[in-house]
Antibody, heavy 118, light 110 residues
Framework: QVQLVQSGAEMKRPGASVRISCKASGYPFISHAIHWVRQAPGQRLEWMGWINVGNGNTRYSQKLQDRVTITRDTSASMGYMDLRSLRSEDTAVYYC???????????WGQGTLVTVSS | QSALTQPPSVSGSPGQSVTISCTGTSSDVGGYDRVSWYQQPPDTAPKLIIYEVTNRPSGVPDRFSGSKSGNTASLTISGLQADDEADYYCSSYTSSIGWVFGEGTKLTVL
């Protein structure tokens, strides 16, 4: 069955960086793009960016484009999201999700809580 | 990029129907048939219930339906059940930045 399994919770200081991994299984990894979405406590979903797993092309939200990088390792069926220069407002649950069709995110990782605090 | 506009809350009794709206612009909802809807119970990952405006993924009951008119998309849930109580989010492709989510709507089943 299709699964996306993310790395564990992280606690970071302001100014630090974080990398979250997303291990895909149960389907041909290169056949579906991967999006990253975050949700601050009690807040709405926020789209961060996506990667075409086949060719590695990426697109990022304007808000985060200077601080976020999304990559993938097709040999390991892994996706990665790096966020730099962390601030307290980056405290959130971060999700990876697989795309079907034009933008429907049909399988989601379990979420990774990132807490940014001094 | 502002979030798509959704009502903060809607409610209905078991067996009734409710509709949640999602309003954007001609650069997102109105310009593309790339609207999706997600159901998110507390402390769980979102679940896709509608994609490409009207399509239901396998396993989603036909009580859930989607539509679009102009710059507004809508999710209708018929035959409300207690376990439909959750937050609902729309999302759309947008020509300017990629993708955008709605503000979210809390559905209460009375």
């Amino acid at each position: 069955q299709v699964q996306l399994v993310q790395s564990g919770a992280e606690m970071k200081r302001p100014g630090a960086s974080v990398r979250i991994s997303c291990k895909a299984s149960g389907y041909p990894f290169i056949s579906h793009a991967i999006h990253w979405v975050r949700q601050a406590p009690g807040q709405r979903l926020e789209w961060m960016g996506w990667i075409n797993v086949g060719n590695g092309n990426t697109r990022y939200s304007q808000k985060l484009q200077d601080r976020v990088t999304i990559t993938r390792d097709t040999s390991a069926s892994m996706g990665y999201m790096d966020l730099r220069s962390l601030r307290s407002e980056d405290t959130a649950v971060y999700y990876c999700a697989r795309v079907i069709g034009f933008g429907g995110l049909d399988y989601w990782g379990q979420g990774t809580l990132v807490t940014v605090s001094s | 990029q502002s979030a798509l506009t959704q009502p903060p809350s809607v409610s209905g009794s078991p067996g009734q129907s409710v509709t949640i709206s999602c309003t954007g612009t001609s650069s997102d909802v109105g310009g593309y048939d790339r609207v999706s809807w997600y159901q998110q119970p507390p402390d769980t990952a979102p679940k896709l219930i509608i994609y490409e405006v009207t399509n239901r993924p396998s396993g989603v009951p036909d009580r859930f339906s989607g539509s679009k008119s102009g710059n507004t998309a809508s999710l209708t849930i018929s035959g409300l059940q207690a376990d439909d109580e959750a937050d609902y989010y729309c999302s759309s492709y947008t020509s300017s930045i990629g993708w955008v989510f709605g503000e979210g709507t809390k559905l209460t089943v009375l």
